[in-house]
């Protein structure tokens, strides 16, 4: 390896050095040169979720955030190809929003608890037992399921989205405990699905009660609304992975608890280095399936190349676009 090879990566270590030591950098220094090169050959961008470990997500991506700002972002991209860094359903709506690019998704395996837990059949299932009823479903969703939706939201809009379609009721899937979360802040019914986030699911209100005890309760806690009710009850503030960033900006807490994914407090940490951050985090497998070597991996053999069945996709742009239209 030459010092010149190497530069990139020394000039690329200020974005991590508040999370990653110099001599763990340097053992990424290869990968990240080849993906920096790589970028430049292929006119590619990375766009990365928040999930990301550090030295993806403040390293080597073009773009970040949570669901909302990755499908708002890529509607604005024009480099040839996106790498998605983050899991399927991210990547399949890249592919919908930017129908003539290469979309590549890093591991094929990189999958999501929610949109397994859910086919169309289900969904059409749900109209017919519920009909007349707004089906509102989470981005975290396979395209198939999206094509059998009125309009899709995200934790960052879910509100929002429920708010604006002006109804008492709605089918809101597949997160049962986003759709309580959301049902409980604005009084609409939610008829749900039994879907949820294996990351998020296993917070329990006892896990806060205990960081509470264990700080004198000088500590902010923020959830995820992918979280159970009882446990967004016990929280000081829920909200979308990006809401939790501009929450810490705003408040500036001294100390804050983030219950959610493993690599969000490492990121934001990065962000507020006076903030003290509290991890009591769970790893969400699929997120980590993005490493450098895989993002590398993807970007010298062009794989895998993310496509959209066209009946289904013309049915699920619609959805998603409805969603991106609520200001
Ligand atoms: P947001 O980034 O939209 O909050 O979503 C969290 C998540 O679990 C995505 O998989
Ligand atoms: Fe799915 Fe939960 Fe992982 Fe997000 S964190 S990809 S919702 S399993």
Same mark, same amino acid.
């Given at each position: 390896?030459?010092?010149?090879?190497?530069?990139?990566?020394?000039?690329?270590?200020?974005?991590?050095?508040?999370?990653? *030591?110099?001599?763990?950098?340097?053992? =990424?220094?290869?990968?990240?040169?080849?993906? =920096?090169?790589?970028?430049?050959?292929?006119n590619?961008?990375?766009?990365?979720?928040?999930?990301?470990?550090?030295?993806?997500?403040?390293?080597?991506?073009?773009?970040?955030?949570?669901?909302l700002?990755l499908?708002?972002?890529?509607?604005?991209?024009?480099?040839?190809?996106?790498?998605?860094?983050?899991?399927?359903?991210?990547?399949?709506?890249?592919?919908?929003?930017?129908?003539?690019?290469?979309?590549?998704?890093?591991?094929?395996?990189? %999958?999501?608890?929610?949109?397994?837990?859910?086919?169309?059949?289900?969904?059409r299932a749900?109209?017919?037992?519920?009909?007349?009823?707004?089906?509102?479903?989470?981005?975290?969703?396979?395209?198939?399921v999206?094509?059998?939706?009125?309009?899709?939201?995200?934790?960052?809009?879910?509100?929002?989205?429920?708010?604006?379609?002006?109804?008492?009721?709605?089918?809101?899937? *597949?997160?049962?405990?986003?759709?309580?979360?959301?049902?409980?802040?604005?009084?609409?019914?939610?008829?749900?699905?039994?879907?949820?986030?294996?990351?998020?699911?296993?917070?329990?209100?006892?896990?806060?009660?205990?960081?509470?005890?264990?700080?004198?309760?000088?500590?902010?806690?923020?959830?995820?609304?992918?979280?159970?009710?009882?446990?967004?009850?016990?929280?000081?503030?829920? %909200?979308?992975?990006?809401?939790?960033v501009?929450?810490?900006?705003?408040?500036?807490?001294?100390?804050?608890?983030l219950?959610?994914?493993?690599? =969000?407090?490492?990121?934001?940490?990065?962000?507020?280095?006076?903030?003290?951050?509290?991890?009591?985090?769970?790893?969400?497998?699929? =997120?980590k399936?993005?490493?450098?070597?895989?993002?590398?991996?993807?970007?010298?053999?062009?794989?895998?190349?993310?496509?959209?069945d066209?009946?289904?996709?013309?049915?699920?742009?619609?959805?998603?676009?409805?969603?991106?239209?609520?200001?």
């Amino acid at each position: 390896m030459s010092v010149m090879e190497l530069t990139v990566a020394e000039e690329l270590y200020p974005r991590v050095a508040n999370v990653i *030591p110099k001599v763990e950098w340097a053992t =990424m220094a290869e990968d990240v040169e080849a993906i =920096m090169r790589l970028k430049k050959e292929r006119n590619a961008v990375i766009l990365a979720h928040n999930y990301m470990t550090p030295e993806i997500f403040h390293g080597i991506s073009d773009i970040t955030g949570d669901s909302l700002a990755l499908a708002r972002k890529a509607t604005e991209v024009d480099a040839d190809v996106i790498v998605l860094a983050g899991v399927h359903f991210m990547a399949e709506t890249a592919k919908l929003l930017n129908p003539s690019k290469t979309v590549l998704i890093p591991d094929l395996r990189s %999958g999501c608890s929610l949109a397994e837990s859910i086919t169309a059949e289900d969904v059409r299932a749900l109209k017919a037992a519920n009909p007349g009823v707004p089906v509102v479903t989470y981005v975290n969703t396979s395209a198939a399921v999206k094509a059998e939706s009125d309009i899709c939201c995200t934790s960052g809009n879910a509100e929002k989205i429920i708010r604006s379609l002006g109804v008492d009721k709605v089918i809101m899937i *597949p997160d049962q405990y986003l759709a309580a979360n959301i049902a409980n802040r604005t009084g609409v019914e939610v008829i749900v699905h039994p879907g949820a986030c294996e990351v998020h699911e296993r917070f329990t209100p006892r896990d806060i009660q205990q960081i509470r005890e264990d700080y004198s309760d000088d500590v902010t806690v923020i959830v995820h609304p992918e979280c159970p009710p009882a446990v967004v009850a016990e929280a000081d503030f829920a %909200g979308s992975t990006a809401q939790m960033v501009d929450y810490v900006r705003e408040e500036d807490p001294k100390r804050v608890a983030l219950i959610t994914e493993c690599s =969000m407090s490492d990121n934001i940490a990065q962000l507020f280095p006076n903030v003290e951050f509290i991890r009591p985090c769970n790893m969400c497998p699929h =997120m980590k399936r993005n490493t450098l070597g895989s993002i590398r991996h993807a970007l010298e053999t062009m794989t895998n190349q993310v496509e959209v069945d066209p009946d289904i996709a013309e049915r699920a742009t619609r959805a998603i676009t409805r969603m991106l239209e609520v200001k």
